[in-house]
């Protein structure tokens, strides 16, 4: 069974910097995408980055250029560095993942990667919170 375990929120000041970190277990190879999705107080969870297999990346325009998402297969780990944070990044983070593909497809790109329903397994959230 695949787990999902989040770290590294907190509060900071905006324009700061928070980097997350996610680990996977139960996974045999890199055949999945792993992504971070957030939702603020009343709003819906939306996607914010995806990072296939093989580690090519998509972001939502709302956190393009100010978040790096990347991943390492020897540790089983993503990462969301964010960067110039803004009191509108406030939120809950979750780390999502698939589950592992039988073909090579995931290794280089998420076809559902900004879909809720495009993942199988959730963590329990991590909080971050910026102030003005």
């Known amino acids: 069974q695949v787990q999902l375990v989040e770290s590294g929120g907190g509060s900071v000041q905006s324009g700061g910097s928070l980097r997350l970190s996610c680990v996977a277990s139960?996974?045999?190879?890199?055949?999945?995408?792993m992504g971070w999705f957030r939702q603020a107080l009343g709003k819906e969870r939306e996607w914010v980055a995806t990072?296939?297999?093989?580690?090519?990346?998509t972001y939502a325009n709302s956190v393009k250029g100010r978040f790096t998402i990347s991943r390492d297969n020897s540790k089983k780990t993503v990462y969301l560095q964010m960067d110039d944070l803004k009191p509108e990044d406030t939120a809950m983070y979750y780390c999502?993942?698939?589950?592992?593909?039988?073909?090579?497809?995931?290794?280089?790109?998420?076809?559902?990667?900004?879909?809720?329903?495009?993942?199988?397994?959730w963590g329990q959230g991590t909080q971050v919170t910026v102030l003005s």
């Open positions: 139960g996974y045999t190879n890199s055949r999945y995408c």
């Open positions: 999502a993942a698939t589950a592992s593909s039988s073909s090579l497809d995931y290794y280089y790109a998420c076809p559902l990667a900004e879909s809720r329903q495009g993942y199988n397994f």
């Open positions: 990072a296939a297999g093989l580690g090519s990346t």
